[in-house]
Each structure stands twice: as C-alpha cells, then as structure tokens.
C-alpha cells in the first residue's frame, strides 16, 4: 500500500515555508488557483496581506499559504487528488 506523509489536520505549512525561505532551499509544490497548479523556485518572500500569510516565488508568483496543497512532498491531511 502507498503512503504518504502529510500535516496533521488543521495544520499550516506556514513553518515550513518559512523555514525553506530561511535556508534558501527550492519548493515544489500544489496550491489551488481555480484548479490543482504546480509551481517551483526559491521563495524569495514571506508576508502578510489582508490578514493571509503569502509566499513570493523568484519568479514574482504570490501564492497564499493557506491554498498550499503540497510542498515538497508533504501534503496536507485533507487533500485527496491523488
């Protein structure tokens, strides 16, 4: 049987994209944009507007953490596309 490791339930990724973005470390990752997207790159940001935590990919991508789907191989507990 295939697992696969994922947040606990009601968790954020906020610490561990604040962590890659601490040690310059690449992302790969699912967040929803009108459909299941794939993005990857450096985060080059960390932020907060209109009461959300954002992500800025270096290719200028501002992504909402709370619409992260996976990054890096670790998804979140109610995510089920595949």
Same mark, same amino acid.
């Given at each position: 049987?295939?697992?696969?490791? $994922?947040? /606990? /339930?009601? &968790? =954020?990724?906020?610490? *561990? #994209?604040? =962590? !890659? %973005?601490?040690? @310059?470390? @690449? +992302? +790969?990752?699912? %967040?929803?944009? @009108?459909? #299941? $997207?794939? &993005?990857?790159? *450096?985060? $080059?940001s960390v932020f907060t507007k209109e009461g959300r935590h954002y992500?800025? !990919?270096?290719?200028?991508?501002?992504? /909402?953490i709370d619409q992260i789907h996976a990054i890096?191989?670790?998804? =979140?507990?109610?995510?089920?596309?595949?």
């Amino acid at each position: 049987m295939d697992q696969r490791e $994922t947040l /606990p /339930p009601r &968790a =954020s990724f906020y610490e *561990l #994209v604040l =962590s !890659l %973005y601490q040690q @310059k470390q @690449k +992302a +790969a990752l699912l %967040y929803e944009d @009108k459909g #299941v $997207t794939r &993005a990857s790159g *450096l985060i $080059t940001s960390v932020f907060t507007k209109e009461g959300r935590h954002y992500m800025q !990919l270096d290719n200028q991508l501002e992504i /909402p953490i709370d619409q992260i789907h996976a990054i890096n191989g670790l998804f =979140s507990s109610d995510y089920s596309e595949c």
